[in-house]
């Protein structure tokens, strides 16, 4: 599975949209974007995947650039409920090995 | 009702002891996993189960031992427990078809203690 690079740590401003970037240069044409959110003490959280074309679901957007070498997760706007480590994964369909980065630790302030 | 469900939530054991953590899940999902978060927050896959078949053992010591009586439930036993044991470890599963395999349902993490 390809890797992927995020910042460590970002801030947003409670109710702004928070924009979290994913590098994943060396992905094939049949790997899927992935993301998971894990909030403090709990288990991580599935957000929301893509192939190629951008998606959106009730908690987040995602955008996947033309040549799918980055993406952007889009939390519209975010509470303090938000604040979480966010996982960018990409993984090809029908494996069983899903490896979970460092992330990206968003802090979501009032 | 908790899709993934695992018990103990918490546990604190001596050296030495042998423990069990136990992991069911309702989803009818075909595939179960057990991850380790230690203390440096990474999180980890350790065993992953298809249809009650070991699939991925990522060398594990073999004091940590899986079993899977049905698809619905993933158990974890640690014999000889050791202080690097200490960490949460998640039971997780996830759907059946190619796609949707990716999209992974995680418990709330069993806590370890080893003292």
């Known amino acids: 599975d390809a890797k992927t690079t995020q910042p460590p740590s970002m801030d947003c401003a409670e109710g702004r949209a928070a924009n979290l970037p994913c590098n994943h240069s060396t992905i094939s044409g049949n790997e899927y974007v992935y993301w998971y959110r894990q909030i403090h003490s709990q288990g991580p959280q599935y957000i929301i995947h893509?192939?190629?074309n951008n998606e959106t679901n009730e908690m987040a957007s995602l955008i996947i650039t033309e040549d799918r070498k980055s993406s952007t997760l889009i939390l519209p706007h975010a509470t303090l409920r938000d604040t979480a480590v966010y996982y960018c994964i990409v993984r090809v369909a029908g494996g069983f090995k899903t490896i979970f980065g460092a992330g990206t630790r968003l802090f979501v302030k009032a | 009702d908790t899709a993934v469900s695992q018990t103990p939530k918490y546990l604190v054991t001596q050296m030495g002891n042998d423990k069990s953590i136990k992991c069911e899940q309702n989803l009818g999902h075909d595939t179960m996993y057990w991850y380790k978060q230690d203390s440096k927050k990474f999180l980890k896959i350790m065993f992953s189960y298809n249809n009650k078949e070991l699939i991925i053992n990522e060398t594990v010591p073999n004091r940590f031992s899986p079993k899977s009586p049905d698809k619905a439930h993933l158990n974890l036993h640690i014999n000889s427990l050791e202080l690097g044991d200490s960490a949460v470890y998640f039971c997780?599963?996830?759907?059946?078809?190619?796609?949707?395999?990716?999209?992974?349902?995680f418990g709330e993490g069993s806590w370890l203690t080893v003292v």
């Open positions: 997780a599963s996830s759907q059946v078809s190619l796609v949707q395999r990716g999209t992974i349902y």
């Open positions: 893509g192939l190629k």
